[in-house]
């Protein structure tokens, strides 16, 4: 029979010491390797997709971003505004001031952190002087950046957005579209005239194109051109059309005249265009006066014509004249001829 073990009593240093817990002895990850992969390479997707997003957007001309004004070509583009109103760009600062710029500009990228302004010219103006005036070290701009295929295409968002925001005169309309052939955006004016001004009806676009003779013959000699109206400027084109040394003479007179206000130009072109109707007018009807006066009559007689002349001098057309009647001819001559000498 196998002997029996005899159990001893529990240390009591043992009993002190608390038994290590099962769970404690091993660590477990706190997920499984496969989860932290998956979510790792799904928060990189959705940052790339964000980042190509903002980059398309950027692209596009659909993101506003923050530029350097001193990084942006206002002349870029001919600007359509003539002139700025003082007035005007006075409110335009002040709405600066208190509420911020509301409306981003619209910029093309040239290189070389350089844009070229194509809408928005008198916001920059605006907060140029703002900057000039509050002592701004780096002002910067709210823009679009554009990528326009062709130059025209510029032009064209230029002259959309002053249609709507500015209040141009004929003149200056006529102005952007000679310009624009001048820079080679456009072959020719009436090209020009249809794709900058799609939009306007066709009696816009004809009165527009009816300035392009004032342009070409004032555009620089003229100090408001801004505020030449409609009924004037379309006198102008009419008299310039018919008279082509009409321009110098009106370039004469402004540089003479030196008009300190648009109401003395205003005045100076209206005498100027209003004689020139009136001596055209004179023209005209001498004019009429000598093509009504006929150079010579013609009288029919049977088979000839008797044909008499301004200066007094006699034909006689027609038929082959007799032989028969020769003698009878030369004593009718005779017999004239002795009346001329008396």
């Known amino acids: 029979m196998a002997k029996r073990k005899r159990l001893t009593p529990p240390n009591p240093a043992f009993l002190d010491t608390p038994a290590p817990e099962t769970k404690s002895m091993f660590t477990a990850p706190s997920s499984a390797p496969i989860a932290d992969v998956a979510r790792d390479a799904s928060a990189s997707a959705a940052l790339n997709e964000l980042t190509d997003t903002m980059a398309r957007a950027r692209d596009e001309g659909r993101m506003v971003v923050q530029l350097p004004l001193d990084q942006i070509e206002m002349d870029h583009l001919v600007r359509d505004r003539v002139v700025v109103d003082e007035e005007e760009m006075r409110t335009l600062m002040t709405s600066l001031r ?6 981003p500009i619209e910029v093309m990228p ?3 952190n350089r844009y070229g302004l194509i809408s928005g010219w008198r916001r920059c103006k605006a907060l140029a002087l703002i900057a000039g005036q509050d002592h701004i070290q780096s002002p910067t701009v709210l823009a679009l950046l554009r990528k326009p295929e062709e130059a ?16 141009l005169s004929y003149f200056e309309r006529a102005r952007i579209v000679s310009k624009s052939v001048e820079e080679g955006v456009f072959g020719m004016e009436r090209t020009a005239l249809q794709e900058l001004f799609r939009s306007a009806s066709r009696a816009k676009r004809s009165k527009i194109g009816s300035f392009l003779p004032v342009v070409r013959a004032l555009d620089g000699h003229l100090r408001f051109p801004h505020a030449l109206s409609e009924r004037l ?21 402004l540089s003479r ?15 100027a265009v209003l004689s020139k109707n009136q001596s055209l007018k004179r023209s005209l009807e001498t004019k009429k006066t000598t093509t009504t006066d006929p150079a010579f009559r013609d009288e029919t007689i049977g088979a000839f014509t008797l044909r008499r002349h301004k200066d007094g001098t006699v034909s006689i057309l027609g038929a082959a004249w007799p032989n028969r009647m020769e003698p009878d001819l030369k004593m009718l001559l005779k017999a004239a001829s002795d009346r001329v000498q008396k």
């Open 152 to 167: 025209s295409d510029a032009y064209l968002a230029m002259v959309e957005e002053n249609e709507i925001r500015v209040d």
């Open 110 to 112: 040239l290189g070389d």
């Open 233 to 253: 400027g379309l006198s102008l084109a009419q008299a310039l059309t018919e008279d082509p040394d009409f321009a110098t003479e009106l370039q004469a007179q």
């Open 98 to 103: 208190n509420r911020g710029q509301q409306t």
């Open 257 to 271: 005249a030196e008009s300190e206000t648009a109401e003395a130009e205003t005045a100076l072109l209206s005498k």
